[in-house]
């Protein structure tokens, strides 16, 4: 607590083009280079959310229907509904009703941001004047496209709230319960990167607590999935809070030992139409080699796929014939002979067809 966490990512962001912290610069960074890739004939569309996990509940700070009180976590929080983690088919998590608005430019972005940032739960302890109560998380959508290829892209920003010990922070009450939340979410973060920092247990496949908490369960795919992820530890340069430091230190070098493996996220949808797509241009040019420049109606196309299949045939009875007095006391020729009959027999229509196309 109070070390610098929400300054440094700069989730209190109002609009200053001036002002520093992570999302302000992933804001400009992204805008340009979108601006840049629209020159290449590429479509964006790109998306924000904000929610906030405030004692194990989640709820969406950019929600049109909220109540909008005071910014305090002691009047805002009640009138508030909580929503709902689900779990996707391909075993993704989502966020079940989360408001999700479209974003154009930087500006629209940030003014997301700076609304979902005045809803957001703080209080006053010992420790800081206006202390986040909460874990807030600021998720930005894209999706890319390129003729039939399209990207999928998700970028989480993640403004956490400071492990607490009530001795120094004075809390009691409500915020002493706030505290415990806190305290468990960082807990379980914890615990879930040592599990997945443990290459003998993720080996063997160890159990990996997700459930555990909101906060953990929020961020799995961030944490064990097909992602990136930076995690930036914050400190205090008092001698005071050694204790604090030194642990923060160990915790990001757990983190440290986390390996994921990302690929890109290609829409399966995208990709499925365009091999079909492919697959019509391939027959489209076969059908206009069978066609010939004389334009063939599509009658000789049928004769042409039916003498292939017949030439074929021929050639497997010629074989066989020439086998034969070698495989007589064979079981499979006979077989043989009589499957070949039988195909024989259902291509005499072809055979039929044939003669008299070459008769005209």
Known sequence: TGSGKTYTMGTNYTG???AGGIIPNVMRTIFKRVQDLKEESNEFL??????????EEVFDLLDPNASKGDCNAKFAVPARVPI????????GITLAGVTEPEVKTKEEMSSYLSRGSMSRATGSTNMNSQSSRSHAIFTITMEQKNGDDVLC????????AGSERVKRTGADGMRLKEGIHINKGLLT?????SALGDERKRKEGGHVPYRDSKLTRLLQDSLGGNSKTVMIACVSPADTNAEETLNTLKYANRARNIQNKAIINRDPM???????????DQLE????CFKGVSGAPFEEIQVHHSLRKCVKLILQLLVLCFLCPFILLLRSSNTRYLYLKQEMQSYSTS??????????
């Open 46 to 55: 790109i998306r924000v959310s904000f929610i906030e996990i405030f004692k």
């Open 84 to 91: 709902q983690i689900r779990e996707t088919l391909s075993g």
């Open 16 to 18: 200053e083009e001036s």
């Open 153 to 160: 892209a998700k970028l989480h920003l993640v403004d956490l």
């Open 270 to 280: 995208g990709a499925q139409q365009q091999r079909l797509q492919s697959r019509i």
């Open 189 to 193: 973060l914890g615990n879930v990167i």
């Open 285 to 288: 040019a076969e059908l206009l």
């Open 351 to 360: 055979f039929t067809h044939v003669d008299k196309f070459v008769r005209v």
